[in-house]
């Protein structure tokens, strides 16, 4: 019984206490990123004068932010867990993981691109599509798994370390993709047949479902933007 006791109380002075210190510089690492879309809308809008063109954002909680730029809105969540890797992940192979398996765990915060009409007109059934999400650990290492330079950028865990700039960059590339990820026509066939219901649905709610990606590769899949 004392020895069991003994690797409960390992288990919470160290894997317990180290996932709280994540959670919470990950906390510090969100409010940084919040500042940092601030300042970038409030920069953007300072250049763009067009007031058809939406440049704003809304605070939602602690752990979660919208930012609407021009057609499109980009919602940054962090997730209040703490994720191990698993243990068939490449990384673990890595002497940086190897040397201290609490590098292995991490914060993380999803980046989702949705169209801005899908919020303003409360469009249900619409679809968002996750273009980006950053992994930190307790030494503010970090990764990043994304589309566009977001997924290019940041995969080299053992030597980089998130700073104010890279903050910057990450929430400016989000831009840049989100801009770049255009809505394209659906397939013929999704659209040919509708009942009345749904029809006076799109004609009083605007239900039918809408995303940017309906079936089509998009070149912002492939596009580089700085």
Known sequence: MEQNRKIILDLLLNKSALKQNIADDCEQVFLKIKETIKTEIDALQKKVKDQRIRLSYKEKGNFEMHVFVGSDVLVFHLHNNVFRLPDDNALWGTKYL???E?????GVIYIYNFLAESFIQNRLNDSGYLIGRLFINHERHFMMEGKGQLGVLFRDLENIVLSDDLVSLIVQSSFAYALEFDLLVP???YV???SVGEI???SNNLQLQTGKRLGFKMKSDESDFF
């Open 200 to 202: 006076q649905l799109i």
């Open 187 to 189: 397939p013929y066939d």
């Open 98 to 100: 190897r040397e201290n």
């Open 102 to 106: 609490a590098n292995g765990y991490f």
């Open 192 to 194: 040919a047949e509708l």
